[in-house]
């Protein structure tokens, strides 16, 4: 299985400033079949399901802030919020969905500092 | 509006069985690849079982495999979890999620209101 690995388990961040949220997938997730990493995450709120925030590592979702950004090098990820909003505090996972079984990242918890 | 609305869960004894349904609208169902997605309580996700869109590739994770079997019916927009012999360590929200593509291998783009499973005795 495809262990993610997230990092920070929780950051604290001010109100405006960045919070990056690290990622790394125990084994490559990218196909040479079309170049792309088959990497999301998503936003988890208390009380909510989790929301589709970034897929294919760094394309946004639907309605998604342009605040949020995804990147790739090799086996590492980065989720990226540029300017922390009051709403952005939730909880974030990493999943591949490369191969079977589907692996998520362990979670990171975002606050305001 | 595309939606997933669930149903079923509960409180059952370890060894009983359960039946989860999703209930699909706002887009063509049979379209696209679902999956159920469960979190402990305080915990993170785990991925459980996936069907594509046209009801082939069945397949649940290690955890839940000969014990869980994910179904769907095109005709009703509805897809099942049927959970059998269920333990403690089923206990969880369980969220049933539609894939970007019949195949499967995307991202889960929308997602249930989820259904607290508890078993105990």
């Known amino acids: 299985d495809i262990v993610m690995t997230q990092s920070p388990d929780s950051l604290a961040v001010s109100l405006g400033e960045r919070a990056t949220i690290n990622c790394r997938s125990s084994?490559?997730?990218?196909?040479?079949?079309?170049?792309?990493?088959?990497l999301t995450w998503y936003q988890q709120k208390p009380g909510q399901p989790p929301k589709l925030l970034i897929y294919w590592a760094s394309t946004r979702g639907s309605g998604v802030p342009d605040r949020f950004s995804g990147s790739a090098s090799g086996t590492d990820f980065t989720l990226t919020i540029s300017s922390l909003q009051t709403e952005d505090v939730a909880v974030y996972y990493c999943q591949q969905y490369y191969e079977l079984p589907w692996t998520f990242g362990q979670g990171t918890k975002v606050e305001i500092k | 509006e595309v939606q997933l609305l669930q149903s079923g869960g509960g409180f059952i004894q370890p060894g009983g069985s359960l039946t989860l349904s999703c209930a699909a609208s706002?887009?063509?169902?049979?379209?696209?690849?679902m999956s159920w997605v469960r979190q402990a309580p305080g915990k993170g996700l785990e991925w459980v079982c996936y069907i594509r869109g046209g009801g082939a590739h069945p397949t649940c994770a290690d955890s839940v495999k000969g014990r869980f079997t994910i179904s769907r019916d095109n005709s009703k927009n509805t897809l099942y979890l049927q959970m059998n012999s269920l333990r403690a360590e089923d206990t969880a929200l369980y969220f049933c999620?539609?894939?970007?593509?019949?195949?499967?291998?995307?991202?889960?783009?929308?997602w249930g209101q989820g259904t607290m499973v508890t078993v105990s005795s």
């Open positions: 999620a539609k894939s970007e593509s019949g195949y499967g291998n995307d991202a889960f783009d929308i």
């Open positions: 084994q490559t997730v990218l196909s040479s079949f079309n170049n792309k990493n088959y």
């Open positions: 706002g887009f063509t169902f049979s379209g696209y690849a």
